[in-house]
């Protein structure tokens, strides 16, 4: 299992329910990366406070065989 954590400290935002309401409000950059990790079979977690930054967490299973 592979973990990537990225966080700022910028202006932040209000977090949304869910994908669809995303979209409706026209945020395609978050549902998109949404996807992607769906799609990929990764965890992704998307923390925000107004204010005070956001941290973007992605977790992945096990590696490929790769080179071995």
Do not use: C, K, Y
């Not at 990929?40 to 930054?53: D, Q, Y």
């Amino acid at each position: 299992t592979s973990a990537l954590d990225i966080a700022d400290d910028g202006r932040g935002f209000q977090p949304m329910a869910d994908e669809s309401e995303l979209v409706r409000n026209g945020h395609w950059g978050i549902a998109g990366m949404q996807e992607r990790a769906r799609e990929s079979g990764a965890s992704l977690v998307i923390e925000s406070t107004p204010g005070a930054g956001t941290t973007v967490s992605a977790t992945f299973g096990d590696a490929p065989d790769v080179g071995r």
